[in-house]
C-alpha cells in the first residue's frame, strides 16, 4: 500500500491523559506502515475555538473568510486520512473540537451550498479514510441505549457525510472510563495499534 499523509486531530488540555496515549499509539502505529503523520494538538498549538464574527459574518456569503484559520486549512487540504482523538464529555465533543470544526470545516473548504437548494455539497474529496478514537465516561448500554450514540451520529452521519464522498469512516471507543482497569485501558490501545496497523 503506498504511504499516505493522515492529521491526527487531538484534543485533551492535559499532555499526560489517556487520550494524547492513544492519539501517539494512532501515530505510532501510522508510521509504523510508513504513512506521513501531521500530530495537531489543539491545546498545545492554542487553537481558538471561537467562530469570529467576521467568519459568521461571511459564511453564506459566497466568499467565505478562512484567513484567520489557514494553517490548519491547508493541513486538512494536504491529509488523505483524517483521526480525531478526544473523551467525550457529557455525550458530546469538548468544545475545542467542535469549535474546530466550526471554523476549519466551512464553505469553500469541506462544502458549498448548492445554490439550487440546502444541500451541501463535498469538497474534502481529498480525504478518503476518517478514524474517531474517543473515551467515555459511561458504559456502553448509556451510550448506546439510552443517548443513541449521539457523538457517532454528528461525526458519520454529519462531518463525513456532508463533507466527503464515500469515505472508510470507524470509530473506536472505549466506555466506561472512569472506572476502567490499567489492564482494559491497555487493552484499548493494543486494539487501537492493530486497527492502525491495517491502514
Not at 509504523?32 to 487553537?47: A, I, M, Q, R, T
Not at 462531518?159 to 489492564?183: I, K, P, Q, Y
Request: hydrophobic share 45%; net charge positive.
Amino acid at each position: 500500500m503506498a504511504p499516505r499523509h493522515f492529521l491526527v486531530v487531538l484534543a485533551h488540555p492535559l499532555p499526560d491523559s489517556f487520550a494524547a496515549s492513544a492519539a501517539r499509539t494512532v501515530q505510532q502505529a501510522l508510521e509504523s506502515n510508513g504513512h506521513v503523520v501531521d500530530l495537531l494538538d489543539l491545546y498545545g498549538e492554542d487553537f481558538d475555538p471561537r467562530l469570529t464574527a467576521t467568519e459568521r459574518a461571511s459564511y453564506m456569503g459566497g466568499q467565505y473568510d478562512a484567513s484567520a484559520v489557514a494553517p490548519w486549512v491547508a493541513r486538512l487540504q494536504a491529509a488523505d486520512g483524517l483521526v480525531l482523538v478526544f473523551p467525550q464529555w457529557w455525550f458530546n465533543l469538548p468544545a475545542i473540537m467542535k469549535g474546530f470544526i466550526d471554523r476549519v470545516f466551512v464553505p469553500g473548504v469541506a462544502f458549498r451550498h448548492d445554490p439550487g437548494g440546502a444541500r451541501l455539497i463535498p469538497l474534502l474529496t481529498n480525504i478518503r479514510t476518517f478514524r474517531v478514537v474517543t473515551t467515555t465516561g459511561s458504559p456502553w448500554w448509556i451510550v448506546h441505549l439510552y443517548m443513541g450514540n449521539p457523538v457517532r451520529r454528528i461525526l458519520s452521519r454529519g462531518v463525513a457525510s456532508f463533507c466527503s464522498n464515500g469515505l472508510d469512516f470507524a470509530m473506536l471507543s472505549l466506555h466506561d472510563m472512569d472506572r476502567a482497569t490499567v489492564e482494559k485501558r491497555v487493552k484499548f490501545l493494543d486494539r487501537v495499534r492493530s486497527s492502525f496497523a491495517r491502514l
